[in-house]
């Protein structure tokens, strides 16, 4: 069992950064890949990065992509998403999640992971 906790979020203008934090507790938690996902009113849940559990690949959405940042330090076992430029758009509940993912393209599959946080607010006003 691996449980998450999200913590970070708040609101912020449009331009602004804020950095999420996921701590994770469970024996096995440093094993697992992890994501961010987030859902905005009335829309699916959508990746927005992923990390292997070594920190050897990463894997973002395109559009986060050169403004978000991903990272771990297995040693807390934390997972971080720094997330700069922020835009109105990305307004949402921001959840990270685990999994044992193996190949890059199941890192956008929300079905290939297996726990999953409560998710924190972002706010971006512009």
């Known amino acids: 069992q691996v449980q998450l906790v999200e913590s970070g979020g708040g609101s912020v203008q449009a331009g602004g950064s804020l950095r999420l934090s996921c701590a994770a507790s469970g024996r096995t938690a440093s094993s697992y890949a992890m994501g961010w996902f987030r859902q905005a009113p009335g829309k699916e849940r959508e990746v927005v990065a992923g990390?292997?559990?070594?920190?050897?690949?990463?894997y973002y959405a395109d559009s986060v992509k050169g403004r978000f940042t991903i990272s771990r330090d297995n040693a807390k076992n934390t997972v971080y998403l720094q997330m700069n430029s922020l835009k109105p758009e990305d307004t949402a509940v921001y959840s990270c999640?685990?999994?044992?993912?193996?190949?890059?393209?199941?890192?956008?599959?929300?079905?290939?992971?297996?726990?999953w946080g409560q998710g924190t607010q972002v706010t971006v006003s512009s």
């Open positions: 990390v292997s559990w070594n920190e050897a690949s990463t």
């Open positions: 999640a685990a999994g044992k993912i193996y190949f890059g393209s199941h890192y956008y599959n929300t079905n290939k992971y297996d726990y």
